[in-house]
């Protein structure tokens, strides 16, 4: 690897602190859980690598740091708040912070750094926790992969999605780390390149997802229909409705149904954020159409002044400007009727595979508390 200029990290680093983690940390986690680890064996002997793995929950982090053969540098999420109960572990090991929904060329510059002095990177490429079922890659470990010639290596960790709670309650649940063999650098021609790469960053995240156990696999790939709505009702002290629904398009309540449906992203800005919307994730219950308003304006707030890109980044520029639309809207009616109540009735309907029978849930559950 060249070294005929300065890099913004110099690896490996916190040699110390990162050895001694690990010296607690395998047991720890083997102690809490019945983590089966397989092919080790895929592991490359030298060079620089990427490892790359499913992210449903907190945990793969750390076992993606614990249990790789040598120090890895793990690109985290950096537009968010921490939470205060891992923030000063993540501070600890010193991971790269990275800035998503956003072109974030310095994090990227300090991945690049490490690989070329023949370093080990790890990330998830989907992005973020927000979603248990498939989603589409980042672009970001085909250009790193591309650009430092470095092989991936897939890993998929099973059992993770409510494996704290459980362990919280002394229940040992069983993990899983399985090792896929590495894939080869990623390469592009220059006609279509950023297509190209996101083929490629699609298809490193499809081999992640074949490593997962068989029925977590099966999970992802269970729902071959879906469709959201939401009825957001005004009612006077009486219950006398005054407004059927303040949605008045289609789109607009869709859309605020699928983001009723992540309820991660609403509890995270309540509580990383320390920004008042929980009037906006309380369903099927009457609100005071005062505490729904401040609701609706902290979060409309929250995506004009703090994040532009915090819905757009996950389902998209058109779905998440119709969810911060529909916001507005709840919040605009509601200043209209100071004295009523506000009632929000998402509905989620959906179709299984090999089924024939149509599910209804109007009770969303947020599946990442832990």
């Known amino acids: 690897m060249s070294s005929s200029r300065s890099y913004l990290i110099q690896y490996p680093r916190r040699q110390f602190i990162r050895y001694f983690m690990r010296f607690i940390f395998r047991p720890l986690l083997r102690l809490c859980f019945r983590l089966e680890i397989t092919g080790t064996e895929n592991w490359p002997k030298q060079g620089n690598v990427l490892v790359v793995g499913n992210h449903s929950a907190y945990i793969e982090a750390a076992l993606m740091t614990a249990f790789t053969p040598k120090l890895i540098e793990v690109l985290t999420a950096s ?26 060329r310095k994090a990227l510059r300090m991945a690049l750094d490490v690989l070329e002095q023949g370093g080990w990177v790890g990330l998830f490429p989907e992005g973020g926790i927000w979603e248990t079922r498939k989603r589409t890659a980042q672009t970001g470990v085909a250009w790193l992969s591309m650009k430092a010639n470095a092989p991936v290596v897939p890993v998929g960790f099973g059992g993770v999605v409510g494996a704290l709670t ?12 399985n090792i896929g063999q590495p894939l080869p650098p990623v390469t592009v021609t220059p006609k279509n390149k950023q297509a190209q790469l996101q083929a490629a960053a ?105 994040d532009q890109t915090y819905l757009i980044f996950r389902f998209g520029k058109l779905m998440g400007d119709q969810m911060a639309q529909a916001i507005a809207q709840i919040g605009t009616y509601a200043a209209q009727y100071p004295n009523a109540t506000v009632t929000l009735q998402p509905k989620w309907t959906y179709q299984l595979r090999d089924e024939d029978q149509i599910y209804v849930d109007t009770q969303p559950q947020d599946t990442h508390k832990m």
């Open 202 to 306: 699609d298809e490193i995240l499809e081999t992640v997802y074949r490593l997962l156990p068989e029925a977590e696999q099966a999970e992802r790939n269970k729902i071959v229909r879906e469709d959201y709505s939401a009825v957001v009702s005004i009612q006077d002290v009486q219950g006398k409705v005054l407004v059927e629904n303040v949605l008045d398009t289609d789109e607009l309540s869709a859309a605020f149904g699928q983001l009723a449906f992540t309820p991660i992203l609403l509890r995270t800005v309540n509580k990383n954020y320390k920004t008042y919307v929980k009037p906006l994730m309380t369903h099927n219950v009457a609100i005071p159409t005062a505490e729904m308003q401040t609701a609706c304006d902290n979060m409309t707030r929250h995506l004009s002044e703090v």
């Open 166 to 177: 459980q362990m919280v309650r002394l229940k040992r649940p069983r993990l899983t780390m």
């Open 79 to 104: 537009d968010v708040p921490p939470n205060p109960a891992t923030d000063w572990l993540v501070k600890l090991y010193a991971e790269i912070p990275i800035q998503r929904g956003k072109a974030d």
